[in-house]
T-cell receptor, first 112, second 118 residues
Framework: KQEVTQIPAALSVPEGENLVLNCSFT??????LQWFRQDPGKGLTSLLL?????REQTSGRLNASLDKSSGRSTLYIAASQPGDSATYLC???????????FGPGTSLSVIP | GAVVSQHPSWVICKSGTSVKIECRSL??????MFWYRQFPKQSLMLMAT?????????EQGVEKDKFLINHASLTLSTLTVTSAHPEDSSFYIC??????????????FGDGTRLSIL
């Protein structure tokens, strides 16, 4: 049974800092890994998707890496801004048509 | 890109009423749709998986008679919370995907529905 964990559960940093969010999964047989952002009371915004054959993906100030063998992914946020404050979720499906298992999320606060 | 529309985005109703939430794939045919639920300060948990034209598969602990799912077309799935009670208050999100055979497709998520039962 796939289990996804995220560390830390909460993080508060001053504006401008670079930070790393961690995601771990127990079953390496994943289809892809996706990082989402969720603002309070809102839906999910897809940030980055890494296919199982890829090692990393980049979008703007965001960089996500994937190490399937060790069951880990990291989300790197460069030069953090107050607008980055949100909960960040990682999620993995086993196949393209299988359910997605979400991690519990990391709540990020970027202090101006 | 693929878009999934969920409606309504927010609903408040009295205890005992039934509430229907719609999930539509706007620019693709969704062979499979998923319904997730998120309680405050918790992560999303899958409730059920629905394939077009067949009965939904419910996760353990989810009452199929309370949460009715219909996926009658390739672009629409509905979740009906029957006789809703305050403990059903939650954030409900749907996602949709389709099988292409050769192309990897991620799931596409709706914006969610916040349900508050008084």
């Amino acid at each position: 049974k796939q289990e996804v964990t995220q560390i830390p559960a909460a993080l508060s940093v001053p504006e401008g800092e670079n930070l790393v969010l961690n995601c771990s999964f127990t079953d390496s047989a994943i289809y892809n890994l996706q990082w989402f952002r969720q603002d309070p009371g809102k839906g999910l915004t897809s940030l980055l998707l890494i296919q199982s054959s890829q090692r990393e993906q980049t979008s703007g100030r965001l960089n996500a890496s994937l190490d399937k063998s060790s069951g880990r992914s990291t989300l790197y946020i460069a030069a953090s801004q107050p607008g980055d404050s949100a909960t960040y979720l990682c999620a993995v499906p086993k196949t393209s048509y299988d359910k997605v298992i979400f991690g519990p999320g990391t709540s990020l606060s970027v202090i101006p | 890109g693929a878009v999934v529309s969920q409606h309504p985005s927010w609903v408040i109703c009295k205890s005992g009423t039934s509430v229907k939430i719609e999930c539509r794939s706007l620019d693709f045919q969704a062979t499979t749709m998923f319904w997730y639920r998120q309680f405050p300060k918790q992560s999303l948990m899958l409730m059920a998986t629905s394939n077009e034209g067949s009965k939904a598969t419910y996760e353990q602990g989810v009452e199929k008679d309370k949460f009715l799912i219909n996926h009658a077309s390739l672009t629409l799935s509905t979740l009906t919370v029957t006789s809703a009670h305050p403990e059903d208050s939650s954030f409900y999100i749907c996602s949709a995907t389709f099988l292409t055979g050769a192309v990897d497709q991620p799931q596409h998520f709706g914006d969610g529905t916040r349900l508050s039962i008084l």
